[in-house]
Every structure is written in C-alpha cells, then in structure tokens.
C-alpha cells in the first residue's frame, strides 16, 4: 500500500543546533514533494517545495533534499530557534499536474530548547 | 489581502443531524480541497474541486458532500453526522496550472459530533 512516514512523531532540540527531519515514502514517484509548517490551532503554511529532478533547495535557514532512489527527503533548519517549534509536514504530488492534489505525511513535532 | 476564512470554527452537534462547514477564499483560485486532520493520520483529502461545478471524490467521502456554484466557495456536507466524524477540518486553494503550486490552508474548523 501507499505510505508517507515522517521519521518520527517528536523531536527535541537544543537551540543553535540544525534540525533534520526525514520523509520517507513507498509505491509513489512523486512529480514534488512540499513542506509545510503548522502550529497548534492553525492551517499549515507552505515552506519549500523540490521537484524530483533537483537534489537540494535552499531558501534561508531551510534546506531540502529529495532523493528518489531512496524515496526520501531530508528537512534542515540550521541555527534553530525556539520560535521554529511547530509541527512539520512533507505533502507529495504523484500526478505532477497543475491540479496539485497532494498526500501528507503525519508530521514530526519539532521542539527547539532554549 | 487575499485570504482562505472557515466558519464556524467550532462546532459541537449530535449523531444524525446534517452539518454544513464554511469555507471562503477571496485568491480566486479555482482548486479547492477539504481535508481533515486526525491523530496518526495526518492530513486525508475529503472532496477536490478543480472549478465550478465540478466536484470529486478524495480518499475518505463517505459521508461527505461538496457542491461548487462559484469560484470562492466550497462548502463541505455532512450528510447524517457520526462520532468517526469528530476531526479537525482544514479548506485550502491552490492556483491550478501551476505544477507544485502550495496550497493555502484556513484556519480550520473542530468538528465534535455527540
């Protein structure tokens, strides 16, 4: 059956140090993968978005990494802050057209200790 | 500024009755989706709309509804409530065309069906 799994439900931090989050997926090929933030009480909020034929995407802190032989994608923040606490979401695209259904993935709660 | 507004956002209602939930967005996009948002499951696609008058079937409709008379709203029905019901549940747009275009989630609406 189809699966996305985000490496774990929670994950704890010391602030300054660089968060990896990890999505892992089987029987799809993803046109893209996204990733969304969401706080408690509130939609999610797209992050960064990488399509199957590029490795990396950067935007600030943030780094992303798609890698379709191991049906993965690696989520980076560098120098986290507490104020990054929230929940994180990867969403994939299998159809790769404008119509831009996705599939999400349980997310990882993400705690960054002051 | 352009944005995606639920109502209501809290709902408490009992087994049987027929619910409708709100969603409005003023992006003009014509992609339109319901999810809802459950412990250890994610985000699951309840009803997509890719324009007016046109509405599909996601990967849990039993139960649900959606008609789609102009571009700004998609409301979601629930038919006959139940307690497997009780959810969060989020509306989001995305511009169609546009391959790996976000999506842009509202603030959601908590469902809880006695």
């Known amino acids: 059956s189809q699966k996305i799994e985000q490496n774990s439900e929670a994950l704890n931090i010391q602030e300054g140090k660089t968060a990896t989050l990890t999505c892992n997926y089987t029987n799809y090929s993803p046109a893209y993968l996204q990733w969304y933030r969401q706080d408690p009480g509130r939609g999610p909020v797209f992050l960064l978005l990488?399509?199957?034929?590029?490795k990396e995407k950067r935007k600030e802190r943030l780094k992303v990494t798609f890698d379709t032989t191991l049906k993965q994608s690696l989520f980076h923040i560098t120098a986290s802050q507490p104020a990054d606490s929230a929940t994180y979401l990867c969403a994939l695209d299998i159809y790769g057209t404008g119509a831009n259904n996705l599939f999400f993935g349980t997310g990882t709660r993400l705690t960054v200790i002051p | 500024d352009a944005e995606i507004t639920q109502s209501p956002r809290h709902k408490i209602t009992e087994t049987g009755r027929q619910v409708t939930l709100a969603c409005h967005q003023t992006w003009n996009h014509n992609n339109m989706f319901w999810y809802r948002q459950d412990l250890g499951h994610g985000l699951r696609l309840i009803h997509y709309s890719y324009g007016v008058q046109d509405t599909n079937k996601g990967e849990v409709s039993d139960g649900y509804s959606v008609s789609r008379s102009n571009t700004e709203d998609l409301p979601l029905t629930l038919e006959s409530a139940a307690s497997s019901q009780t959810s969060v549940y989020f509306c989001?747009?995305?511009?169609?065309?546009?391959?790996?275009?976000?999506?842009?989630f509202g603030p959601g609406t908590r469902l809880t069906v006695l």
């Open positions: 989001a747009s995305s511009e169609p065309g546009l391959a790996g275009g976000e999506q842009f």
């Open positions: 990488i399509r199957e034929n590029e």
